[in-house]
């Protein structure tokens, strides 16, 4: 089985402190995905990778960035924390697949940011 | 990038048939249509994946019509335990391209 494993479950944070949170994948998987969960908007894409030192922009990365040295290990990171940057943050990553895709994600970071 | 559209919320009884209907007028030809469950405090769980007509595993049942414009997820003789939110995702997998996640729809199973 994939596991996708997220450095802490909750977090809180004061403003303006700079945050990681840190996401590792076990099936060498390629790609890697970084989104916000709020309620009543769904789940956002922050930022994604499909190799080692690659990233693109996903629908929301103001306020974020990402880093990928190893193939299992993907960052999100938060240059200066704001408090609409309270969320639930999910990685999740997939293989290489065609024209489908299947993700498997983490258990989730509760950032509190106050 | 095809926009999904899914029903809020729905409410069913243990033992029953549950259908959730996801439009997506965008669809590519080349999308896949994907399923995912999520409980509360834990991330999406993948459910099952289709292209067209029928497909079927051991949780649930996915229809697509020849026009792929919708498609409805199907769960035989829910339980408590399926009371989740439903999400439907449409879109290409190759090289990570972006995903779409909508709002999903609450599914409450009541004994």
């Known amino acids: 089985d994939v596991k996708v494993t997220q450095s802490s479950r909750y977090l809180v944070k004061r403003t303006g402190e700079k945050v990681f949170l840190e996401c590792v994948q076990d099936?060498?998987?390629?790609?890697m995905f970084w989104y916000r969960q709020d309620p009543g908007l769904g789940l956002r894409l922050i930022y994604f990778?499909?190799?080692?030192?690659?990233?693109e922009k996903g629908d929301i990365p103001e306020g974020y960035s990402v880093s990928r040295e190893k193939k299992e290990r993907f960052s999100l990171i938060l240059e200066s924390a704001s408090t609409n940057q309270t969320s639930m943050y999910l990685c999740?990553?997939?293989?290489?697949?065609?024209?489908?895709?299947?993700?498997?994600f983490g258990p989730g970071t509760r950032l509190t940011v106050t | 990038l095809a926009k999904t559209t899914q029903p809020i919320s729905m409410d069913s009884y243990e033992g029953q048939e549950v259908n959730i209907t996801c439009s997506h007028n965008?669809?590519?030809?080349?999308?896949?249509i994907t399923w995912y469950q999520q409980f509360p405090s834990q991330g999406p769980r993948f459910i099952i994946q289709?292209?067209?007509t029928k497909v079927t595993n051991e949780v649930a049942s996915l229809f697509i019509p020849a026009d792929r414009k919708s498609s409805t997820l199907s769960l035989p003789r829910v339980s408590l335990s399926d009371t989740a939110v439903y999400y439907c995702?449409?879109?290409?997998?190759?090289?990570?391209?972006?995903?779409?996640f909508g709002q999903g729809t609450e599914l409450s199973v009541k004994p």
């Open positions: 999740a990553s997939s293989p290489p697949t065609g024209n489908s895709y299947e993700q498997y």
């Open positions: 099936m060498d998987h390629e790609n």
């Open positions: 990778s499909y190799d080692v030192k690659m990233k």
């Open positions: 965008n669809i590519a030809t080349n999308d896949y």
């Open positions: 289709g292209y067209k």
């Open positions: 995702l449409v879109g290409l997998g190759n090289q990570g391209g972006k995903l779409i």
